[in-house]
């Protein structure tokens, strides 16, 4: 089954642009993910599907600044324009054929 | 408004057993796959289980197969997990979440999550 892999922890200031990294395991490099937030407290809430081809369908009232890209097993989350409530944690999630699988998840700090 | 509502958490001890559900309401419960997941204090996301849309394909993590069983009624618009033998390591945070898709093979993600119910197993 695919594995995940996230950075566990990632900064940057408020009103910069942040780029934060999911990489699928060997042999799950053409695998679809999905991106969740979780801001402090609070249940999960969609953010979007990532393509490997680097197409995104973001989730209902996800604002312009998110934004998703691909470059072979790595799934980028895009953030522009940093505020306060972007600081949450980030997580991947992808599924095979009798499983779901989510990344150890990213906590951003927002300076 | 989509809402999903979990309930039926609480403190037990181990060995013993305990039934969550899930109301949803504000979309057509019985075209999507549905999925519960926790979350342990302090720790990531970990997927537990899922069901399809009529219940023919259904899927447990290694941690809980064959001491929790997923099911769900159409009718009723409610999702349940059957937790037997329940260990300290699955104190968790539960959360039912559902499925972008039908089935639990293609997905685009699990794009509508509850606000969870609390698992505390402890003596």
């Known amino acids: 089954q695919p594995v995940l892999t996230q950075s566990s922890s990632a900064s940057a200031s408020l009103g910069s642009s942040v780029k934060l990294t999911c990489t699928l395991s060997n042999g799950h490099s053409t695998y679809i993910i999905a991106w969740h937030q979780q801001q402090p407290g609070k249940a999960p809430r969609y953010l979007m599907k990532l393509e490997g081809g680097g197409n995104y369908n973001k989730g209902s009232g996800v604002p312009d600044r998110f934004s998703g890209s691909s470059s072979g097993a790595d799934r980028y989350l895009t953030i522009s324009n940093l505020q306060s409530e972007d600081e949450a944690d980030y997580y991947c999630e992808t599924w095979d054929s009798n499983t779901r699988v989510f990344g150890g998840g990213t906590k951003l700090t927002v300076l | 408004e989509v809402q999903l509502v979990e309930s039926g958490g609480g403190l037990v001890q181990p060995g013993r057993s305990l039934r969550l559900s899930c109301a949803a309401s504000?979309?057509?419960?019985?075209?999507?796959?549905m999925h519960w997941v926790r979350q342990p204090p302090g720790k990531g996301l970990e997927w537990v289980s899922g069901?399809?849309?009529?219940?023919?394909?259904?899927d447990y993590a290694d941690s809980v197969k064959g001491r929790f069983t997923i099911s769900r009624d159409n009718a009723k618009n409610s999702l349940y997990l059957q937790m037997n033998s329940l260990r300290a390591e699955d104190t968790a945070l539960y959360y039912c979440?559902?499925?972008?898709?039908?089935?639990?093979?293609?997905?685009?993600?699990?794009?509508?999550w509850g606000q969870g119910t609390t698992v505390t197993v402890s003596s």
């Open positions: 504000g979309f057509t419960f019985d075209d999507y796959a």
């Open positions: 069901i399809s849309w009529n219940s023919g394909s259904i």
């Open positions: 979440a559902k499925d972008s898709t039908g089935n639990t093979v293609t997905s685009d993600g699990m794009d509508v």
